[in-house]
């Protein structure tokens, strides 16, 4: 028994997403060790302040980012406007990086949350917030989803024929077809 047509595209739509959102993760944890342990490491061995500890980690870790998610996440994503695309990640970025830095300088000097403990909770609540806008906007404005072409259709149509064509018996060309009626 065969799925609705709808039901079979929501679930591919589902799926799909599904992969995205692994890969997107996946990325993201790894910036998420990036920028903790730029963090840390800027905390600990030089006298910069805290939230600009942060900010110089958040920096190193967008870049480690904009690589992980062109190159893997996106990798099927239209690549015709690259500084389109760069020029709004860098956008929805630097405005992650107020929502997660931003929440740290509360912490810190609105509530005098300052202890290694607090900085790195602060700093990954943070990230967990901003990160959240980040797989929306960079979704939907930054790595956009190539336009369905005649080419790609047609390739969808090609790669699909030969298993469909299993079955029934191959056509014949006209001429030999009317060579035999007449």
Request: aromatic residues 12%; glycine residues 8%.
């Amino acid at each position: 028994m065969s799925e609705p047509g709808g039901t079979a595209a929501l679930r591919t739509r589902v799926e799909q997403l599904a992969r995205e959102v692994a890969k997107f993760g996946a990325v993201g944890g790894l910036g998420l060790l990036v920028n903790m342990a730029a963090f840390n490491l800027l905390r600990h061995t030089t006298d910069l302040p805290v939230v600009r500890a942060s900010l110089v980690a958040t920096v190193i870790a967008v870049l480690f980012n904009y690589v992980g998610f062109r190159y893997f996440t996106y990798r099927d994503r239209d690549k015709s406007g690259r500084a389109r695309e760069l020029s709004l990640f860098l956008l929805f970025s630097v405005a992650g990086a107020v929502v997660e830095n931003g929440l740290l300088y509360a912490a810190t000097y609105g509530f005098g949350w300052n202890t290694p403990l607090q900085s790195n909770f602060f700093k990954v609540f943070g990230i967990g917030v901003a990160t959240l806008f980040r797989f929306w906007s960079y979704r939907t404005w930054v790595f956009r989803t190539l336009p369905a072409t005649a080419a790609g259709q047609a390739e969808t149509i090609l790669a699909d024929r030969p298993a469909a064509l299993a079955d029934e018996p191959e056509a014949e060309p006209a001429a030999s077809a009317a060579s035999r009626v007449g």
